[in-house]
């Protein structure tokens, strides 16, 4: 039985070319050990018999990216993170209960094996979410947005300037003759600008 320490840097400078790493966490009479999957297969199915064991379950490594503030409508930045925290990985068939020196063990033996690897280390194993601003994304999530929003106003303003209100089209037709727009009284060279029929302003 091989512990952590000894197998992670092992393979740890695998080159992946697709899929995530994942690693079985073994609990045993005589502590934690971690195993790499599929390299450490037949170890991980020899506990599985084993008396000594007590508990095991496996965790997938893979990088956090999350498009924000709402992924697919406004994508203004893009947050990346790799095991920042023992919280930014996903644990898969779990039966396992781990004390937090334990998962803070396992947390660090992850990290040990993320800067190992060529491709994980890219996203700065251990090192604090990056956030990034995404400049063309959010242009273009401004123009989608305002377009969609743009098209029911635009529709309306279109709507009021090619089809005015029947009442409007009347006052402005009385209005071009002369006559006062609201009794059609002949207002024609009158010094006021008070119609003297309905008392209103024609002009």
Known sequence: MLGAGFILPVFGSATRC?????????????????YAYPEDQDAINAWFDDPALIGMGSVTLYPYRKIGPIDGIFEFYRRESLLSSPDDYR?????LEL?????????QELISFAKNDS???????????????LPAATLFSLTKVGTYLGFPALIIWLM???????????ANRRRDAGLCPHC???CTDLPSSICPECGEAYL
Request: hydrophobic share 40%; charged share 20%.
């Open 184 to 186: 059609a009284y002949d």
């Open 91 to 95: 644990w898969q068939l779990f039966d």
């Open 119 to 133: 491709w994980l280390a890219r996203f700065q194993p251990g090192a604090p979410a990056r956030i990034e601003f």
């Open 160 to 170: 009021k300037i090619t089809q005015l209100h029947p009442k409007d089209a009347l």
């Open 18 to 34: 697709g899929g995530y790493p994942v690693f079985y966490i073994v609990r045993s009479e005589d502590g934690i050990d971690i």
């Open 99 to 107: 004390t937090q020196s334990e998962l803070n063990f396992v947390h």
